[in-house]
């Protein structure tokens, strides 16, 4: 379980770029030159993760952003950031 005083930060081995508005992103490691496409949550999400956010604060931004119950929203970002860090794509 991911603690809401947790802070994420994007590594340094990694490439993000958005989009636009409802286009994902792109997401490149820079040291094995894979490459993710990414849908506008993760983009969201990833866009949230600072260095300075705590993971709370990143999954209220969201909710504000997409129709979607709390509880399940902060279920859902608590995967895709345990993903994410196991992919070594925030750290």
């Known amino acids: ?12 081995s990694v490439s ?5 508005k409802g286009e ?11 490459i993710f496409t990414c849908n506008d ?5 990833l866009g ?7 993971f709370a604060t990143a999954v209220e931004l969201l909710a504000d952003r997409f129709d979607v119950e709390g509880p399940v929203l902060r279920a ?8 994410l860090s196991a992919a070594g794509i925030i750290v």
């Open 41 to 45: 949550t993760t983009s969201a999400f």
């Open 48 to 54: 949230s993760v600072d260095g300075e956010r705590t």
């Open 76 to 83: 859902d970002l608590e995967k895709l950031a345990v993903d």
């Open 24 to 34: 994902g992103a792109v997401i490149l490691l820079i040291g094995s030159g894979d």
């Open 1 to 12: 379980m991911i603690g809401d005083e947790k802070v994420f930060s994007l590594s340094e």
């Open 16 to 20: 993000f770029q958005p989009l636009g």
